[in-house]
């Protein structure tokens, strides 16, 4: 349990450092971060906290969907809006290309490894991903349609609200589901094999 939430917090704690690295790229953001950001232009509250806000309502929703959440899915809405807020704190905004598509690239494949961290650790999902799997749950809907159009949503309503949508929002969403399973192989936890007791 220790190595589960240990490799948990340094997930979500990953997750939050490379969210804020696509927000410092300035070139597009993963759908959800598109509306988060787009929020956090018309919010007083940081990037972080609009981050936190709406992880929270979106736990919300799981109670109609009779979701039930883990102990990661609660650690998931407090510690990556803290850990984005930290890292724009410290991290400057890309002033060249070179330092921008940097960014952009190891946000993306960091953001897989965060990604498979606390998936593999196993302590409960991440609010939104509880969303789409309960939706589909309760409706018989398939991932696709349900991820689709949940993802679409979010995107169009946070383009409109200001939210950066870029090449960055195209190389997430076509790259970050085969990166993410290319590292979770080496992060499931897998309980320990017990030795058979010898006479």
Same mark, same amino acid.
């Given at each position: ?32 971060d598109v509306f988060h950001e787009g929020l956090a232009h018309h919010l007083p509250l940081t990037f972080g ?29 407090? #510690?990556?809006?803290?850990? !984005?807020?930290?890292? @724009?704190?410290?991290?400057?905004? =890309?002033?060249?290309?070179?330092? %921008?598509? +940097? ?10 490894l965060a990604g498979a961290l606390y998936v593999g650790a196993g302590l409960g999902p991440g609010p939104r991903?509880g969303l789409w799997t309960g939706v589909v749950a309760r409706t018989g809907l398939s991932v696709r349609l ?5 993802? #679409?949503?979010?995107?169009? !309503?946070?383009?409109? @609200?200001?939210?950066?949508?870029? =090449?960055?929002?195209?190389?997430? %969403?076509? +790259? ?24």
């Amino acid at each position: 349990m220790t190595r589960r939430l240990v490799q948990l917090f340094v997930g979500l704690g990953l997750y939050g450092a490379t969210m804020a690295m696509l927000v410092r790229s300035g070139l597009g953001l993963d759908p959800w971060d598109v509306f988060h950001e787009g929020l956090a232009h018309h919010l007083p509250l940081t990037f972080g906290q609009v981050v936190i806000a709406v992880g929270a309502a979106v736990l919300l929703l799981w109670i109609p969907l009779r979701q039930r959440p883990g102990f990661g899915t609660v650690a998931n809405v407090i #510690v990556i809006g803290l850990a !984005a807020d930290a890292t @724009l704190a410290v991290l400057p905004r =890309a002033e060249h290309a070179a330092f %921008a598509v +940097t960014l952009l690239v190891a946000g993306v494949v960091g953001n897989g490894l965060a990604g498979a961290l606390y998936v593999g650790a196993g302590l409960g999902p991440g609010p939104r991903d509880g969303l789409w799997t309960g939706v589909v749950a309760r409706t018989g809907l398939s991932v696709r349609l349900v991820r689709t159009v949940l993802e #679409v949503t979010v995107v169009v !309503a946070g383009f409109a @609200l200001g939210g950066t949508v870029g =090449a960055g929002t195209v190389l997430y %969403a076509l +790259t970050i589901g085969p990166i993410v399973q290319f590292f979770l192989p080496w992060c499931e936890a897998r309980p320990r094999a017990v030795a058979p007791a010898t006479s």
